[in-house]
T-cell receptor
Framework: NAGVTQTPKFRVLKTGQSMTLLCAQDMNHEYMYWYRQDPGMGLRLIHYSVGEGTTAKGEVPDGYNVSRLKKQNFLLGLESAAPSQTSVYFC?????????FGPGTRLTVL | KQEVTQIPAALSVPEGENLVLNCSFTDSAIYNLQWFRQDPGKGLTSLLLIQSSQREQTSGRLNASLDKSSGRSTLYIAASQPGDSATYLCAVRITGTASKLTFGTGTRLQVTL
């Protein structure tokens, strides 16, 4: 069992570039989440999904889009990256009360 | 809007000491509360989960308590070890919110030899 994996681990973008972060889980969990973690602000929920084909906005969704075409994958897209999106991005999955987190993606936008 | 606060932001203690980390939340209508551990450059690992109907949970040297009416939770670590050094985050789940969590900003703990 790999649990929750995220690719890539690190990425540097220039302002205006686009990219997609991939989250994959092999635990057959229904719920998946994308968070960002910034210094002094804790983790904030960007988008989440309660099942294949469904997505919903979290606390800070602006500038991001998501897709959940397959149950095991949850993609986070940045269409036009901005320096304010420099952060560490965490994906999590859950079945019931416990969320299982991936190792994170460190994104820098110059 | 639920707000979760953790005090102190950082804590340094000598090995062997017992310590308490604090978490407070503004909306008492919670479904449960979790404590997580985060090591530098890593993801989060769930340590303890307390349902809203429970008062405390224990796992080894860790004990978490919950006082919903006052909006407080504490994480007690007994006989601290250098391996306990990490950031500890609490998170609350609001009733009926698709398991969404609201996180505190964390307490960075360092246990010195």
């Amino acid at each position: 069992n790999a649990g929750v994996t995220q690719t890539p681990k690190f990425r540097v973008l220039k302002t205006g570039q686009s990219m997609t972060l991939l989250c994959a889980q092999d635990m057959n969990h229904e719920y998946m989440y994308w968070y960002r973690q910034d210094p002094g602000m804790g983790l904030r929920l960007i988008h989440y999904s309660v099942g294949e084909g469904t997505t919903a906005k979290g606390e800070v969704p602006d500038g991001y889009n998501v897709s959940r075409l397959k149950k095991q994958n949850f993609l986070l897209g940045l269409e036009s990256a901005a320096p304010s999106q420099t952060s560490v991005y965490f994906c999590a999955s859950a079945q019931g009360d416990t969320q299982y987190f991936g190792p994170g993606t460190r994104l820098t936008v110059l | 809007k639920q707000e979760v606060t953790q005090i102190p932001a950082a804590l340094s203690v000598p090995e062997g000491e017992n310590l308490v980390l604090n978490c407070s939340f503004t909306d008492s209508a919670i479904y449960n509360l979790q404590w997580f551990r985060q090591d530098p450059g890593k993801g989060l690992t769930s340590l303890l989960l307390i349902q809203s109907s429970q008062r405390e949970q224990t796992s080894g040297r860790l004990n978490a308590s919950l006082d919903k009416s006052s909006g407080r939770s504490t994480l007690y670590i007994a006989a601290s070890q250098p391996g306990d050094s990490a950031t500890y985050l609490c998170a609350v789940r609001i009733t009926g919110t698709a398991s969404k969590l609201t996180f505190g900003t964390g307490t960075r703990l360092q246990v010195t030899l």
